[in-house]
């Protein structure tokens, strides 16, 4: 059985590709906690260099060169809390007044010039993509739902804890007894 080691959920998903644009994520609330994970890499295949949302391939092509192309603002709002490399999973901190609009973008006309490529070329030639997920923390309550949501969300959090205990007890009477 799966059991949920945290309660959070998903308000805002943004896609970043070499094709541009930018997104304002859903304005932020008072007295709830959020976090940025920025997932997932792309390609520039006139180059043959992949970039995640820190780091870009090296001549030994591993992730090793930082670049500063993907963009947060308002500036200051994301504090790195956790990086994994390897899995190309970076989380973030969100500080940020309530009413504020989280914006996330690649930064396409540094990496046109970091490159020296023009625009078609670039976007002819690249695969793949960053996403940039905005999420609630646990124990918080959902935004625009009030203290209601909130203590159903607790509830529901403390529902699937018993259910894991249960389970575990019963399967680990139904082992012993075997």
Same mark, same amino acid.
């Given at each position: 059985?799966?059991?949920?080691?945290s309660?959070?959920?998903?308000?805002?998903?943004?896609?970043?590709?070499?094709?541009g644009?930018d997104?304002?994520l859903?304005p932020?609330?008072?007295?709830?906690?959020?976090?940025l994970?920025?997932?997932?890499?792309?390609e520039?295949?006139?180059?043959?260099?992949?970039y995640?949302?820190?780091? &870009? +391939? !090296?001549?030994?092509?591993?992730?090793?060169?930082?670049?500063?192309?993907?963009?947060?603002e308002? %500036? $200051? @709002?994301?504090?790195?809390?956790?990086?994994d490399?390897?899995?190309?999973?970076?989380?973030?901190?969100?500080?940020a007044?309530?009413?504020?609009?989280?914006?996330?973008?690649?930064?396409?006309?540094?990496?046109?010039?970091?490159?020296?490529?023009?625009?078609?070329?670039?976007?002819?030639? &690249? +695969? !793949?993509?960053?996403?940039?997920?905005?999420?609630?923390?646990?124990?918080?309550?959902?935004?625009? %739902? $009030? @203290?209601?949501?909130?203590?159903?969300?607790?509830?529901?959090?403390?529902?699937?804890?018993?259910?894991?205990?249960?389970?575990?007890?019963?399967?680990?009477?139904?082992?012993?007894?075997?």
């Open positions: 059985m799966l059991c949920a080691a309660l959070a959920i998903l308000v805002g998903s943004v896609e970043l590709r070499p094709a644009g997104d304002a859903p932020l609330e008072a007295d709830v906690r959020y976090r994970v920025l997932q997932g890499t792309f520039v295949e006139a180059t043959g260099r992949r995640d949302a820190r780091y &870009s +391939t !090296g001549k030994d092509g591993r992730f090793t060169e930082r670049h500063g192309l993907l963009r947060v308002p %500036a $200051g @709002a994301a504090r790195l809390a956790h990086e490399v390897l899995a190309h999973r970076y989380e973030y901190e969100i500080r007044e309530p009413g504020t609009r989280l914006r996330v973008w690649l930064d396409v006309a540094r990496l046109q010039e970091d490159l020296l490529l023009a625009r078609p070329e670039l976007l002819a030639g &690249s +695969t !793949g993509a960053v996403w940039a997920d905005l999420w609630v923390d646990e124990g918080w309550s959902l935004p625009g %739902a $009030g @203290a209601t949501a909130g203590a159903a969300a607790v509830l529901l959090g403390l529902g699937i804890a018993v259910a894991c205990i249960r389970a575990r007890r019963r399967s680990g009477l139904a082992t012993s007894g075997g």
